[in-house]
């Protein structure tokens, strides 16, 4: 079966630091991957999404960006968090064919001050 | 720019009542439906997805419905128990890569 982890689960980061989130998918090959962000009080919003090793397309110009660099790993990053940063970071993936269910990992609480 | 609506934002039912959570999207045009559950602090559990030639999808007490010429899709929790306290999250596939646009999600509190 399928298994989607994210590391780490919580982090707090001082504004300006940099930032490094990743995302594994077991049990599937050739995954589409996506990186939401939920900040508190507002929806779920895509920020990045990748069909393939290297192809990232970006959903929200931000100071963000994500890489892939393996078939089942999607990272996202930042090179200098703001304050507007903060709230929870979740990863899915879906496969490319059929009804193109999303599954979401366990998420990634950032807190920047 | 499709925008997803739930309604109520916030319900609380006495424990064995039906549970009945609303979503309305604004652009008919949607590749497929997707009902999620989310805990306090917790990634989002699949619930159901309903693909847009479908009218409705079961599973055990859940019932998700479709009718996309009026943008609206409900989601009906029979018999409901504390555990299924939770927010419930719709989310309308916007296009073959798969693309989530979620609405603001229904707060569910299932009291004893």
């Known amino acids: 079966s399928q298994t989607i982890h994210q590391w780490p689960a919580t982090l707090v980061q001082p504004v300006g630091s940099p930032l490094s989130l990743e995302c594994t998918v077991e049990g599937t090959s050739n995954p589409n991957l996506y990186w939401y962000r939920q900040a508190a009080g507002r929806g779920l919003q895509l920020l990045f999404y990748s069909v393939g090793i290297g192809q990232i397309s970006s959903e929200v110009p931000q100071n963000l960006s994500a890489s892939r660099p393996q078939d089942r790993q999607f990272i996202l990053s930042s090179k200098k968090l703001l304050l507007s940063d903060s709230g929870f970071y979740l990863c899915?993936?879906?496969?490319?064919?059929?009804?193109?269910?999303?599954?979401f990992g366990p998420g990634t609480r950032l807190l920047v001050l | 720019k499709q925008e997803v609506t739930q309604i109520p934002a916030a319900l609380s039912v006495p424990e064995g009542e039906n549970l009945v959570l609303n979503c309305s999207f604004t652009?008919?045009?949607?590749?497929?439906l997707q009902w999620f559950r989310q805990d306090p602090g917790k990634g989002l559990t699949s619930l159901l997805l309903i693909q847009s030639s479908q009218r409705e999808q079961t599973s055990g007490r859940l019932n998700a419905s479709l009718d996309k010429s009026s943008g609206r899709s409900t989601l009906y929790i029979a018999a409901s128990q504390p555990g299924d306290s939770a927010t419930y999250l719709c989310a309308v596939i916007t296009d073959s890569w798969g693309k989530l646009q979620f609405g603001a999600g229904t707060q569910v509190v299932v009291t004893p």
């Open positions: 652009d008919s045009a949607i590749y497929n």
């Open positions: 899915a993936w879906s496969v490319l064919a059929g009804p193109r269910s999303q599954y």
